[in-house]
């Protein structure tokens, strides 16, 4: 429990149990970024098992094999990836499997955390998606998975979460591509610098389809390792479900991606092409720790969760800090120029009155991931609300009862929904976030959450964060049930929010401007003012 009497040593270990969970998030938005690159598959220059099959398609050849990647993030080798293709004959039809399986290493604190994605798709030679599987794990929580078909003109898809199956159904059109396509699109329609390119693809991890937009550079020499002068191809990538990111490929003259690279929390994440040996080599590690690596300094803020209002100056060197943050009931935004701007950051008044909510139906129903019909939830809410009538009563004693039941603190869950929270009361800062939010809904009181920056007193930082806001009174109002002291003061800063509509950006989106951001600003306290006695 975090209370008012807590010695610094425990303070200390809640604040971290804060912001694990929302940097093991950003972490998964990054894998989300490789299972776009899984077009690796089945290009490498020199594939560890040829089984010289070779199977005519629009222009193409279809390459039985295997091939390696490594990932790096700056030169820490942190993970590598897999990638097998075989042909079948089925009823004198020929089929591509392809398996892309990534798996990543590193720490947080001395805790060692590994992750595992993988991806399976079956298409046509010439590459038509007929089907796919996909599967995040993610220990302790249960495996996402998610399985599509391809059927008269749709994609229909099966999720399932924390053991409960939604379906939903994408317009499939005759151009819409599958996620390895990026694997063929350099092959099949070399670019040239200057030259521009898009196309739309699916991202199975989110279910939804994306658009790919490529811009080619100009040609550069390129290193990658175990050899050096690789003459490549420079084109940028970015694409809709991911807006603002950027990542830079490296195209060699036979049309293969060699090299890829992405901004991550203020450093460079790399994947290289490697053989079996080099993939397989023990991960590096040399001690990185992406929970020190997200921390941003700022002078000290006394007693900065029981503010009334503090104004902070944030700056970003060749970036626009108004892109990240947003303004709001309790966020007030003035740019000072293009580089800095001045937030002033004010705790949200107590709701008196409760007229009926003049809000979206999207911030009152259950989704994938806030199942606020399921009977866990509701049990909960119930066990938490008891008796009382009055609506922010009931919000503020469903944040203390989240604050106090979810004992254990799993710093490897990753966003795990609302009813697996429910039944195992495990997590950290985005468990806190989904529970109560879920629990608001099934309570009939609106809800959302929100990602942003924390600031940790024993750090003298900020770090990424996240958790939920009640609309009462037609407001939102903040609320944290890690930290559970019945709404929070002027120590957080809102990146971004959201629904979790199942018509929304997929999730894992609202981690980027944490890791577009992190490692970029710097931010400094203009002026604060304690709380009214």
Not at 238 to 258: A, F, K
Request: proline share 5%; net charge neutral; with cysteine.
């Amino acid at each position: 429990m975090l209370l008012l009497s807590i010695d610094k040593v425990r303070l200390m270990q809640v604040f971290l149990q804060q912001r694990l969970s929302s940097l093991f998030v950003v972490s998964l938005s990054w894998l989300s970024l490789l299972c776009l690159l899984a077009g690796f598959t089945a290009c490498s220059q020199s594939p560890a098992v040829e089984s010289g099959k070779k199977t005519a398609g629009t222009g193409t050849e279809v390459k039985e094999g295997e091939d390696w990647q490594v990932i790096y993030i700056e030169d820490q080798k942190v993970g590598y990836a897999r990638n097998q293709t075989r042909v079948e004959n089925r009823s004198g039809k020929k089929v591509v499997q392809k398996q892309n399986d990534f798996y990543l290493k590193y720490k947080r604190f001395g805790q060692t955390l590994n992750m595992a994605v993988h991806l399976q798709t079956e298409e046509s030679v010439q590459g038509e998606l007929l089907s796919y599987e996909f599967e995040m794990q993610n220990p302790p929580a249960g495996s996402t998975v998610s399985k599509g078909v391809v059927q008269d003109g749709q994609l229909k898809i099966e999720t399932n979460i924390a053991n409960q199956t939604a379906e939903t159904k994408l317009e499939w059109k005759p151009d819409d591509h599958p996620p390895t396509y990026i694997d063929r699109v350099f092959r099949e329609s070399p670019m040239q610098p200057g030259e521009k390119k898009s196309f739309s693809m699916l991202l199975a991890e989110f279910s939804k389809i994306t658009e790919v937009n490529l811009k080619a550079i100009d040609y550069e020499s390129v290193e990658i390792p175990g050899r050096t002068g690789v003459k490549c191809l420079h084109v940028e990538m970015q694409q809709s479900l991911i807006p603002g990111l950027t990542t830079d490929l490296y195209v060699n003259e036979e049309g293969e991606l060699v090299k890829s690279s992405t901004d991550f929390l203020g450093a460079k994440m790399y994947v290289y092409l490697a053989n079996k040996t080099e993939a397989l080599k023990e991960l590096s590690g040399k001690g990185l720790d992406l929970a020190m690596q997200a921390l941003i300094p700022v002078s000290p803020i006394s007693r900065a969760h029981e503010t009334e209002q503090v104004v902070y100056e944030i700056g970003m060197e060749k970036d626009d800090p108004s892109k990240y943050v947003v303004a709001g009931d309790t966020q007030q935004v003035k740019k000072l120029d293009a580089n800095q701007i001045e937030l002033t950051v004010t705790k949200a008044p107590v709701p008196e009155v409760f007229p009926e909510a003049k809000i979206d139906a999207e911030f009152m129903k259950p989704t994938q991931f806030l199942q606020s019909a399921d009977a866990g939830v509701i049990k909960h809410a119930n066990a938490a609300v008891g008796s009382e009538t009055n609506p922010w009563k009931q919000a503020l004693l469903m944040e203390k009862y989240v604050h106090r039941n979810l004992k254990k603190k799993n710093f490897s869950t990753a966003l795990a929904s609302a009813a697996e929270v429910a039944r195992n009361m495990e997590g950290d800062c985005t468990e806190h976030a989904m529970l109560l939010a879920a629990m608001l809904r099934a309570q009939k009181l609106p809800s959302r959450v929100a990602v942003g920056l924390v600031y940790i007193p024993t750090q003298k930082s900020f770090c990424g964060h996240m958790w939920t806001e009640v609309f009462l009174d037609n407001h939102w109002i903040p609320l944290d049930a890690t930290l559970g002291k019945g709404g929070i003061g002027a120590g957080h800063i809102k990146l971004r929010d959201s629904s979790l509509a199942e018509n929304e950006p997929a999730p894992l989106t609202l981690f980027l401007p944490v890791i577009q951001s992190v490692g970029k600003l710097k931010i400094s306290v203009l002026d604060y003012r304690p709380r009214a006695q």
